[in-house]
């Protein structure tokens, strides 16, 4: 088959359209055809020779992926060759064909185009497990949503809206607050302008974020810290503003609040198996009905995925980026 490789960590040049062997489906895997798979930033880290897949991983980037599957592996029930699907990967979707753990496997939802579905894996799931299965957000509740027109942002708007909470973005220029705004969301920030703990702070009358999802890191976690509310939770998924600051510990037990780090990636096939269930419940149903959609910024030819890569760098897109056959 071909694939993405990267021979060498660099810039969006690094990624070679090569021929590799196909993969073989093992004990609980089924092999997927791949119609379209989706950029993320971890391909990105990956591509510059900071994140590696984990052991046993694809050594190919793709985080996710829509397809048919061609073939079962021993042990798999539940699933049938050309079923429609899209799954959550730990690599390998920059492909003609992935391997997928069957737990990781998702239905296309009804309503839903397979080269779009690609775009739900990853975000559905990150979203859901820490919006939900971590920081449990209530119906009534603030959000603070950093990075709001990002592919995690835009899924996580609309499906804190779908609970009921009410949702704050953090998000640069009036345009992509302006799409934020058009997915739900309350209270618009405009992070190059505008210091988003003092705007919480005065759009809910001083009591600040009940939950906030957080992609920077060290360079907003003083200023995270001061937007909780009293019994809040933050959950920092992401690094891209550095990975160490100093941690005021008086600010954090004054509001009884709880900061939390995870990852999807790495995590054990039973705990994924288990994200990717929750989403099947919970989620699925929230797409089928209209009420959730994933939102695409652009497509391209699964050959050119240095063009995504570049275009994901430049800061422009709103939502997700899709690679297809």
């Known amino acids: 088959m071909h694939a993405i490789t990267i021979p060498q960590p660099g810039g969006p040049e690094a990624l070679v359209w090569a021929d590799v062997p196909d993969p073989v489906p093992g004990e609980g895997e089924v092999l997927v055809e791949v119609a379209a798979s989706a950029v993320n930033r971890a391909d990105l880290l990956q591509r510059q020779g900071f994140y590696n897949p984990p052991p046993g991983a ?62 739900l894996p990853e975000v ?39 609970v009921g909470a009410r949702v704050a973005v953090t998000a640069g220029g009036k345009e992509k607050l302006a799409r934020c705004a058009e997915l739900g969301a309350d209270i618009l920030i405009d992070y190059r302008e505008q210091d988003f703990a003092e705007e919480l702070k005065a759009a809910t009358g001083g009591a600040g974020a009940d939950v906030i999802l957080d992609i920077i890191g060290a360079k907003y976690l003083a200023r995270n810290v001061d937007a909780l509310a009293v019994n809040g939770r933050m959950v920092v998924i992401g690094l891209q503003g550095g990975v160490k600051a100093e941690l005021n510990l008086g600010a954090l037990l004054a509001k009884r609040a709880a900061v939390a780090g995870t990852t999807l990636r790495a995590r054990p096939l039973e705990e994924k198996a288990a994200i990717v269930a929750a989403v099947r419940e919970h989620v699925w149903p929230l797409v089928e009905a209209g009420r959730v959609h994933p939102v695409v910024h652009a497509t391209f030819p699964l050959a050119e995925a240095s063009a995504a890569h570049a275009a994901l760098e430049s800061g422009t897109p709103v939502g997700k980026l899709l690679l297809t056959r």
């Open 124 to 162: 559905a799931c990150t979203v859901w497990s820490n919006l939900f299965m971590v920081a449990h957000v209530r119906p009534g509740e603030t959000v603070l949503v950093h990075g709001g027109a990002s592919g995690i942002g835009t899924m996580a708007i609309q499906l804190a809206k779908a």
């Open 58 to 119: 694809s050594p190919y980037p793709g985080l996710e992926c829509a397809g048919r599957i061609t073939a079962l592996g021993p042990g798999v029930t539940g699933w049938a060759v050309g079923d429609e699907v899209c799954a959550l990967l730990s690599g390998g979707g920059y492909a003609e064909q992935v391997a997928v753990p069957a737990g990781q496997l998702l239905p296309v939802p009804e309503g839903l185009d397979l080269v779009t579905a690609a775009a």
